[in-house]
């Protein structure tokens, strides 16, 4: 299965020290070339890049098509343009998106996606953590904003409130 992956989720699991969560759901990733930029242009200040510089889960890919990416970054930024154009290309089995805009585009475009609260609930199926709360919090504690309301109702659902 194809998996490609945006800037956002790898920051989130990285600021947190287990970005290898990632890997530990989906095996291998793909990331276009633009978000390999943005983790990876201020060099290895920013959170998730070293970890995507020596990953070797991780293969970088470039979009074919550059002008259904122009057309994206009429609202989205290059990343997210790029993830959904590749995502689209390449007929992967999951766009890993956390902006809600970008959710929605892809969506629109039947593409299935999955964001960073979702690695954790998959993680959590398939046993890989037993709880995702601990790690949702520490995403909070490191400046990682959910809405409070999503927050309380799913940690009752999943029973951990």
Known sequence: MIYVCNTTPIIA???IGYIELIREVFGTIIVPEAVFKELTEYGQERPGANEILNADWVTIEKVKNK???DFLKTSLDNGEAE???LAYEKKAFL???DEKIARRI???M???IIGSIGILLKAKKQGIIKEI???WDNMIRCGIRYNKKFYSELLK???ES
Request: glycine share 4%.
């Open 106 to 108: 892809a969506m629109q």
């Open 133 to 135: 709360k601990p790690y």
């Open 83 to 85: 993830v959904i154009a």
């Open 13 to 15: 699991f990285s600021k």
């Open 110 to 112: 039947g593409i299935n």
């Open 157 to 159: 659902r999943t029973q």
């Open 95 to 97: 766009a890993i998106i």
């Open 67 to 69: 002008e259904y990416v």
